[in-house]
């Protein structure tokens, strides 16, 4: 297909597909003549993640960089691959914390790790903050946590796919797009849960 | 105790908190003399509040005016006042988009909700997203998702304080806390769960 028509399937203006196709993100398509090039099926999932990458999950066009250069050459061990990949997503941490608490949990809990990876940073800082302004984190808290993340997890993971670029892409967009949904659906959980709560309490 | 002190016990410096005071985050000092202020408890714990708020959870100033004015004076319903500081946390929507698919999930597995809550469009827009780039996000899949964040609710809607103003501090930082620790739990979990798959399939 012509630029115009893969502009208009994958919702990317034409200049900004230049512009990926310079940075290094988007491989040009294949030349027909001096002047015009010619785009497939791979050019339109290509921008989908692009894009979805960007304006969803708001990455920088480095980190995208990386990501796609990982899933056009996946290193020979697909997990280590898969955590290189999974580091360019955000939150981008600076200066690291003690990880102390969070690892004597996740050791409590049965949760093998990689310890120096951002999600070990991120588990440490989150529960600091917590203790911070004394907010519930005893062990039988953190464990439904761990008890259900991991439940959560293993369903994800057992839908892996088996080839290593379409595995890379969907623990990229699986790691960024469905940690919202989690998210919304914890809140509106809470007020199913909380609406229960107060009307016993006010009938009572 | 004196400015100073409670600078030191809460982390926060001098002119910060005089800001806070000139913004109405933190009620003044009672006044000892006609240059002089005292400070309590109550201070610090609110500059605490204020801290994570604005550094942890990345709330702008006018959203923390509006939770701490719901602390201060909540209305008569709870669970109404509950809503409106829940809404002053991230994430910030513009413009609406279609919920039918996310109310359609969660009548499905049974979650009562308010519509007009921004987790509902959170949720559809989590939900657009993952079709975009052909995710599973079939029944099967999102059901997981509903019955563990339900299960996560249920366990923090069990520990709500009574006392309406501390139920508001444990609702607002618990939603804004425990999000980060959930989603580090989570990727954790997946490395977890993938170094055993990959284990498997390497060995086969």
């Known amino acids: 297909m012509r630029i115009s028509e893969l502009s208009r399937q994958a919702g990317v203006s034409i200049p900004t597909i230049k512009f990926?196709?310079?940075e290094g993100l988007l491989p040009p398509g294949d030349l027909t003549s001096a002047t015009q090039a010619t785009y497939g099926e791979r050019h339109v999932r290509r921008l989908r993640l692009i894009r979805v990458l960007r304006e969803v999950a708001d990455l920088p066009v480095p980190r995208i960089r990386e990501i796609v250069a990982l899933i056009d050459r996946p290193g020979e061990s697909l997990f280590d691959t898969l955590g290189q990949a999974i580091e360019a997503l955000p939150p981008y941490l600076s200066a690291s914390c003690a990880t102390d608490r969070a690892t004597a949990l996740l050791d409590r809990v049965g949760l093998t790790y990689e310890p120096n990876t951002t999600?070990?940073?991120q588990l440490a800082r989150a529960l600091d903050a917590v203790?911070?302004?004394?907010?519930?984190?005893?062990?039988?808290?953190l464990d439904v946590y761990a008890e259900h993340a991991s439940a959560i997890a293993a369903e994800e993971i057992a839908g892996?796919?088996?080839?290593?670029?379409?595995?890379?892409?969907?623990?990229?967009l699986g790691t960024a797009l469905y940690e919202?949904?989690?998210?919304?659906?914890?809140?509106?959980a809470h007020q199913h849960h909380a609406r229960r709560l107060l009307d016993v309490l006010d009938a009572g």
Chains 1, 2 share one sequence.
């Open 180 to 188: 919202p949904v989690l998210a919304a659906l914890r809140r509106i």
């Open 119 to 121: 999600a070990v940073q």
């Open 20 to 22: 990926y196709v310079r």
């Open 160 to 172: 892996l796919p088996r080839d290593a670029a379409a595995a890379l892409e969907y623990s990229v």
């Open 131 to 141: 203790d911070e302004v004394d907010l519930p984190a005893d062990d039988a808290r």
